[in-house]
T-cell receptor
Framework: RKEVEQDPGPFNVPEGATVAFNCTYS??????FFWYRQDCRKEPKLLMS???SGNEDGRFTAQLNRASQYISLLIRDSKLSDSATYLC????????FGAGTTVTVRA | SAVISQKPSRDICQRGTSLTIQCQVD?????MFWYRQQPGQSLTLIAT?????????ESGFVIDKFPISRPNLTFSTLTVSNMSPEDSSIYLC????????????FGPGTRLTVL
């Protein structure tokens, strides 16, 4: 079983729509959780950390469910510039990366 | 965060040769890491580059194939030795900022193609 699993998508959504996707992780002892964004042929960039109480950063909302071992990301009012691959990242002694969920926002 | 640069940004190499990738950070950092991202896949940790001591390698990666140097707190190199086409990948260095709660920041990557 992979340490971090994501629905690869792609999620094709119109501008202004809401899109949400999850990731599951296998190590119940994981301590820190993140969403990174990776644009085509670029390095991953930190989008947001994910806290136990859930957190919001503008149009982005992240949730953590420790009992079920999943993390979610919700994007409201999608913009064309949100088109990217979103990587779920889980930390224990190292960072483990999911394979990414591709989101394409169309005009 | 930190500003991280890598050299070269890309290279095309012949099998059997070696390539050394450099990673430079604009501030002193305790933790530096090297990752590989093969086409269409996610990132896999190769090793943690330790300043003043041997790197710590993940399962499946060995020092003879991926020697790493970390002479100081702002610089590291990764060498891909005796390359084969299977080594074609993007190689990324990353740093963890002290007090950053496991948050890592990535360099722009080195795109390697082995013929």
């Amino acid at each position: 079983r992979k340490e971090v699993e994501q629905d690869p998508g792609p999620f094709n959504v119109p501008e202004g729509a809401t899109v949400a996707f999850n990731c599951t992780y296998s190590n119940s002892a994981s301590q820190s959780f993140f969403w990174y964004r990776q644009d085509c042929r670029k390095e991953p960039k930190l989008l947001m950390s994910v806290y136990s109480s859930g957190n919001e950063d503008g149009r982005f909302t992240a949730q953590l469910n420790r009992a079920s071992q999943y993390i979610s990301l919700l994007i409201r009012d999608s913009k064309l510039s949100d088109s990217a691959t979103y990587l779920c990242v889980v930390a224990d002694y190292k960072l483990s990366f999911g394979a990414g969920t591709t989101v394409t926002v169309r005009a | 965060s930190a500003v991280i640069s890598q050299k070269p940004s890309r290279d095309i190499c012949q099998r059997g040769t070696s390539l050394t990738i450099q990673c430079q950070v604009d501030s002193q950092v305790t933790m530096m890491f090297w990752y590989r991202q093969q086409p269409g896949q996610s990132l896999t940790l190769i090793a943690t580059a330790n300043q003043g001591s041997e790197a710590t390698y993940e399962s499946g990666f060995v020092i003879d194939k991926f020697p790493i140097s970390r002479p100081n707190l702002t610089f590291s190199t990764l060498t891909v030795s005796n390359m084969s086409p299977e080594d074609s990948s993007i190689y990324l260095c990353s740093v963890e900022i002290a007090g950053g709660r496991d948050t890592q920041y990535f360099g722009p990557g080195t795109r390697l193609t082995v013929l």
